[in-house]
């Protein structure tokens, strides 16, 4: 599982939600992505947290060559496609929370 924070506007959280209720909508990262194994570290961005779970999707794992290695930095590749599972709003922490579950597309 990874967790990606970020600073989203209310009409992309609305995408995100249109999305988590057709599971046959995907979407796909289209650059680099940084994101964490570290949950607490992702929480320190934006009003949004991003919770990953990974089927076999291609990621990098930066810790060993990263400056900050307590960040456990991993780098989500382009073209790794998600599906939105559920948009939830956390009201002790004031986040929107997205759940994505991360493939590799076989085109």
């Known amino acids: 599982t990874l967790y990606r924070g970020a600073e989203l506007k209310p009409q992309q959280i609305a995408t995100y939600e249109k ?3 057709d599971s046959d909508k995907c ?3 289209q650059a680099f992505s ?9 929480e320190e961005f934006g009003n949004t947290l991003f919770i990953m779970k990974l089927d ?11 400056e900050y ?9 382009p073209g ?3 599906s939105v599972k559920k948009v939830e709003f956390d ?12 493939f590799q597309n076989s085109w």
């Open 19 to 21: 999305m988590a209720k």
């Open 27 to 29: 979407g796909s990262f």
């Open 34 to 42: 940084s994101c964490s194994q570290n949950s607490e570290k992702a």
């Open 56 to 66: 076999g999707a291609f990621t990098a794992d930066l810790r060993e060559s990263s």
């Open 69 to 77: 290695p307590n960040e456990e930095e991993e780098l989500i590749t």
């Open 80 to 82: 790794v496609c998600f």
């Open 91 to 102: 009201r002790k922490t004031n986040k929107h929370v997205i759940y994505l579950e991360l």
